[in-house]
């Protein structure tokens, strides 16, 4: 069986000297891959004629689909819309559909006059087919070349993301008819990967050609993920459920979700089912745990909100942690822990609640509490349970995986609550 | 004057179904560049022999240094490092050093007993040069070829960051003694893409040949970047720094930093200077902008807290805003937002605070208030400051221009405080 392969090339002198992160590429992937296309390769080159138009010519000699994206703003350093009119052969010329459009926008969205640069966005290769950019100024284009194709996206994420969804996914499916590509995943936490693979060798040395595995660690967890991909849609549904099935059995013990989900939209799930309600007091993870639940939309029905107290004065004034604790003890303590998640329980007046304290480094550290030391604590009004971590990564890495272990330790207690748990006060 | 060239290749199947957005390569490409190595290129391929083995090939016909990250995990989907040994000729033998350093993190850190696939970590392709992996168990390698370099080190980001910093960096530089890279960065808020091109289009026009300009929009806000590159460092430094007085001068009204730091910098430095310390009271945002402030060590000095209301109760319970209030004119509204301000100042006894109300999105707009509808207010004790703003885009970019907006109208508060403002209360 053939597969479809795209190649994606990410165009900028940004992603070469490291000022932004290419977040476009993996959105785009995953759409890809929902679609029954598989990606070959990522390429990332600079504003460059040459560069763009060798890897344009690299890529195509590989992949049945090129999708391009940026190089198509109003400003000097974007040349990919005259370099595609002379690699396919036309010339640029003025657009009405999209002048007019350019034009609205200008006149109803922006509010602002529109300048030369502006009206030459309009401007297209001849050759192409224009894909309609309903949020934005640059507009798409659809080249056809020795029955392979090649997409042009402007950079910015929304953009492209309404043209994907909008424009591209569709043409694609119409023009190529792929085959199914199919993904079973599930999450495991509190186990390494190393120990992981041990346990599950016989399993993925006895899968079928047809079916992969991989492992996807991140966060402290370990995502695995069944592939399988073919024309016949029953037949590879039914033998990778029945693979996930046997993969589900052998990590029962150490399974969080077994869909494609994250650790938060999980715990969201199990809240919104019990119609329940979290609030969090946050001392090292400031806020990073309440911004991952809001991120989600709808997160309202069951997030009421938090007491983010990174200083100690906060954790004595709105949470009531005595001073008398912070001076003995200190604030990474399971006192300080504990006291946090009571009286936010009592502010916020939720269900359910995680509180955080903890020295995320590089710098806080001591002999006795060193960098990476954390205690969090989760509970209902009629129990709080307390946990201490060790990391021993970077500041940013430690407050993930706070939140992913706090999270974590939320989601057993709502399962296992009302049974009789250790640590509790 | 030849520049020394370095392309990254990136393995792993994770990245071409977008399960992972690599942040690696951003980080790699500042390093190299702070170096005075130019990125030409990057690449990401799935973990398939062919594909690795091709892409390195390309790749090492084009730049001077191969930097391949990823796939040198213990798990049976890692195929990197017999591909090395395979290419480069050799075979792997089984590297002391590394194996007692594995052994002593099994023993000491990670207090796990070894498995096999533990103790094959240690070996590496008799051809390698060991590069010491300190916190992780895969080692770097480092191979000559055709005085070419290539370096491969695993994807845990932050065993990648230390094997960069301590050992490939310092070895390139002394290998290749490479031309030196200078940037000159600056930020602005409040003008268009376009509209600053058209600003700066002769000064663009007229820069010297050894001197490139780059837009870098992000956040609402453009960065500007001249580059300039050579032996000469004192005369290269010479020429970008006159530019780049032009170019200030140029953009000085709507100049936020001359520096290469984001607006949560800017203002954390402005805090610093002062000695002040800020709180946030934040209901749209839901903590986004603490987590951004105590993103950074050291932020415990200017930032004390958060009160996150993301349920109206909240808002009323700890924020004092009046019902009648959210009954009437409602949550996302100057009234609204200016209460949680002056409550927050309070509570969390700070000089300066920042609050947020608005729809984020993509539920929730109505006519009147319409989804990106915000409302922010900064301010201090004896006045605040309140704006409102409409955006229109995704959750997820609606919350971090909310977040960049909030902390710049807190910046020009700083700085203009004691002047008489506009909408103050």
């Not at 992160?21 to 959105?27: G, L």
Request: glycine share 8%.
């Amino acid at each position: 069986m053939e597969l479809l392969t795209a190649s994606i090339i990410t165009i900028g002198d940004e992603l070469l000297i490291g000022q932004v992160i290419d977040t476009n590429s993996a959105w785009m992937a995953q759409q890809l891959n929902l679609a029954g296309i598989t990606l070959s390769r990522r390429v990332a080159v600079g504003d460059e004629w040459n560069a763009i138009w060798t890897a344009l010519d690299q890529e195509l000699n590989k992949a049945d689909i090129v999708l391009l994206t940026g190089g198509l703003g109003p400003t000097a350093d974007d040349i990919t819309k005259p370099l595609l009119c002379e690699y396919f052969g036309g010339k640029l010329v003025m657009n009405a559909e999209v002048l007019a459009h350019v034009t609205r926008l200008f006149e109803q969205v922006y509010k602002r006059p529109m300048i030369e640069r502006n009206i030459r966005q309009a401007e297209v290769p001849d050759l192409a087919q224009v894909l309609h950019n309903a949020v934005g100024t640059a507009p798409g284009m659809w080249f056809e070349k020795n029955n392979k194709i090649v997409i042009s996206l402007p950079g910015v994420p929304h953009e492209m993301k309404g043209l994907m969804t909008n424009e591209v996914i569709p043409r694609l499916l119409s023009h190529f008819q792929p085959p199914v590509i199919l993904h079973r995943t599930l999450l495991t936490a509190g186990i390494g990967e190393s120990f992981l693979a041990e346990r599950i060798h016989s399993f993925e040395t006895n899968l079928p050609a047809s079916i992969r595995l991989a492992y996807l660690p991140n966060y402290g967890m370990v995502r695995l993920r069944l592939s399988a991909s073919g024309y016949e849609k029953e037949k590879i549904r039914q033998q990778i459920d029945e693979q996930f099935a046997v993969l589900q059995e052998l990590v029962a013990d150490v399974l969080v979700t077994n869909k494609d989900e994250s650790m938060d939209q999980v715990v969201a799930n199990l809240l919104l089912q019990r119609g329940e309600t979290l609030g969090t007091a946050e001392s090292c993870t400031g806020g990073y745990i309440a911004q991952l639940i809001t991120s989600a939309s709808g997160s309202s029905r069951y997030f009421k909100g938090s007491i983010v107290s990174y200083a100690n004065q906060v954790k004595t004034d709105l949470l009531n942690v005595p001073e008398s604790v912070l001076n003995t003890v200190g604030a990474v303590s399971e006192e300080t822990v504990v006291q946090m998640a009571k009286t936010a329980l009592q502010s916020l007046k939720t269900e359910y609640v995680i509180a955080t304290s903890g020295i995320m480094g590089p710098g806080g550290g001591t002999e006795e509490k060193p960098t990476g030391t954390v205690w969090i604590a989760v509970g209902n009004a009629s129990e709080i349970m307390a946990k201490k971590l060790q990391f021993r990564f970077d500041r940013r890495r430690n407050i993930e995986l706070t939140a992913t272990n706090a999270l974590n330790l939320l989601r057993i207690f709502i399962i296992s609550r009302g049974n009789g748990k250790t640590n509790s006060h």
